[in-house]
């Protein structure tokens, strides 16, 4: 399930964040968070699975667009197909085209492929 982020759980968020290869510098991990809390076109959501926080995802809204910056899901949860359940239901969310940054570009294309 999506559930959209609230700062209360900044720490999730940060752990989260950090398996992306270009997050794992502590600065940069907080550097990122401030502007998903302080950029109001800058959204952030979680993928909740039964009480467990397991992903999360990162997105810049641009008019009818928004660009993925983050996707990431504990590497505990993955090969479950739950990053594709993830762009799923953000497309559903949004009513907006699904674009991808340089880092969620790979898996992006993967999911276009597997969908088509």
Known sequence: MLIPYKTSQKKIAMGLLSYMPKEKDVKKLIKTIELYETNETWKLFFWKVDDDIVGIAGLEMDGDEAIL?????????????????????????????????????????NYEEKTN
């Open 69 to 109: 910056h983050h996707l990431s899901v504990n590497p505990s949860y993955r090969e479950e197909g739950l990053g594709t359940n993830i762009i799923h239901a953000l497309k559903e969310r949004l009513n907006a085209d699904l674009k991808p940054s340089k880092e969620t570009k790979d898996f992006l294309l």
